[in-house]
C-alpha cells in the first residue's frame, strides 16, 4: 500500500500537461493529484482551485479534502513544471530525502534580516496584516509568542529587517515603469532612514523559501493547511506564507542542505538583473540545450547529482514518451 500522495501544482490552467506528467510519474507514484486553478474537466484526480498563482498556498488549503487519505504518511508536492530525479519513487522518496514519519521537506530557509541580495518579495513581509478587508482572520493565527517559539524550535532567527532589504533603488530598466512620484517616496523614505537608522520589525515572525517542492506529513498537513488558507486570504506572497505555515506545523523539517542530492533552479541569462535578485542572473538555462528538448532523451539522461530540475517549460518540448 502507498503511503504517499503525489500532489502536482500548477500555477495556470495548463491542461495539456496533466496527461504528460502522468506518464512522466505513473510508474513511480500509485496516488497522483493535479491541483489546476480553474479546471471544468472530469479527470477525478484533478482538483480545481480558485486563486493567484502569487498566493498558491492557498490551492493547497482548498484542495486538502479532495486528496487528504488516512493511509498516506506524506504528501509530496512538486510545481508542474519542475521535474523530480527520475531515479526517486514511492518506495524510496524517505531514503532520498531523509524523511522520518513525522518529518517534513523543504528546499532550505530564507531570513528576511539577513538575505545577502534585495528581494523583491520581501515587501509583502512587510507590509503584512492578518487584518485585511473582508477577512476575519486575525484570530485564525497564533499569538506572536507561539510564532517565535516555533521560530526557536528549528533555529531561525527573529531580527528587525533594514531599509536596503524591504526597498531597492529604482535604478533598474524593471524600475522605471514606476510612478515619478512613487520614487520620491523611495527618497524620501531613504533619507529619513539614515536619520533615524530605523530596522523594521514585522507583525509576525516570516520566514522565505523556495516553494516549487515540500513534503508535509500526515500529522502536520491540515494545521499546514489551515495556515496555508490563512495567509492566502490575506495575500501573503507564497514563498513566505508557504514556509511560514510549515514552520508553524511541523516538528522537524529536513532541508536540502541535509541531503546528497541538491535542487536546481535554472534561469534565462538575465531574468536575476530583471528581477533585482542578481543570484540568478547567471544563464543556468543554457544546461537544457543539450537535449534538444527531447523529454524522453532528458528523463533518461537526468543528471545524477539533482534531486530535481526548474523551470521545464513543457509546452516548448517534444514530450512524447
Not at 513511480?28 to 482551485?49: A, C, E, T
Not at 531514503?95 to 518579495?121: A, M, Q, V, Y
Not at 510549515?246 to 546528497?260: F, H
Request: aromatic share 16%; proline share 4%.
Amino acid at each position: 500500500m502507498t503511503k504517499v500522495a503525489l500532489v502536482i501544482v500548477y500555477n495556470h490552467q495548463y491542461n495539456k500537461n496533466i496527461e504528460i506528467l502522468e506518464q512522466i510519474y505513473k510508474d513511480r507514484f500509485s496516488d497522483i493529484y493535479h491541483l489546476v486553478p480553474f479546471y471544468n474537466g472530469d479527470k477525478s484526480n484533478v482538483i480545481p482551485v480558485y486563486d493567484s498563482s502569487f498566493y498558491f498556498q492557498g490551492y493547497i488549503a482548498q484542495g486538502l479534502k479532495s486528496f487528504f487519505k488516512e493511509k498516506y504518511e506524506h504528501y509530496f508536492f512538486i510545481a508542474d513544471d519542475l521535474i523530480l530525479n527520475p531515479i526517486i519513487n514511492e518506495r524510496n522518496y524517505c531514503e532520498h530525502l531523509k524523511l522520518g514519519k513525522n518529518t517534513c521537506f523543504l528546499p532550505g530557509f530564507i531570513t528576511l534580516h539577513d538575505r545577502n541580495e534585495w528581494w523583491s518579495k520581501t515587501i509583502y513581509a512587510a507590509d503584512y496584516t492578518a487584518n485585511c478587508d473582508g477577512v476575519e482572520a486575525q484570530n485564525q493565527l497564533p499569538s506572536y509568542k507561539v510564532f517565535s517559539t516555533a521560530f526557536q524550535h528549528f533555529g531561525i532567527e527573529i531580527k528587525p529587517i533594514g531599509f536596503d532589504k524591504i526597498w531597492k533603488k529604482p535604478v533598474s530598466i524593471r524600475d522605471f515603469g514606476r510612478t515619478i512620484i512613487r520614487d520620491r517616496f523611495y527618497f524620501f523614505r531613504k533619507i529619513k532612514n539614515k536619520i533615524t537608522k530605523k530596522q523594521y520589525g514585522l507583525a509576525y515572525p516570516l520566514v522565505g523559501s523556495y516553494s516549487d517542492i515540500f513534503v508535509v506529513s500526515s500529522d502536520s498537513i491540515k494545521q499546514f493547511c489551515h495556515y496555508c488558507g490563512v495567509f492566502a486570504a490575506t495575500k501573503l506572497f507564497v514563498e513566505i506564507g508557504l514556509p511560514t505555515s510549515l514552520v508553524l506545523s511541523a516538528q522537524e523539517i529536513i532541508t536540502e542542505k541535509d541531503l546528497e542530492l541538491q535542487g536546481k533552479a535554472l534561469w534565462p541569462d538575465g531574468w536575476g538583473r530583471l528581477t533585482g535578485d542578481l543570484k540568478l542572473a547567471r544563464g543556468d538555462y543554457d544546461e537544457l540545450k543539450s537535449y534538444g528538448n527531447n523529454l524522453n532523451d532528458f528523463l533518461n539522461n537526468f543528471p545524477k547529482d539533482y534531486l530535481y530540475l526548474h523551470p521545464i517549460k513543457l509546452s516548448k518540448w517534444n514530450t512524447k514518451l
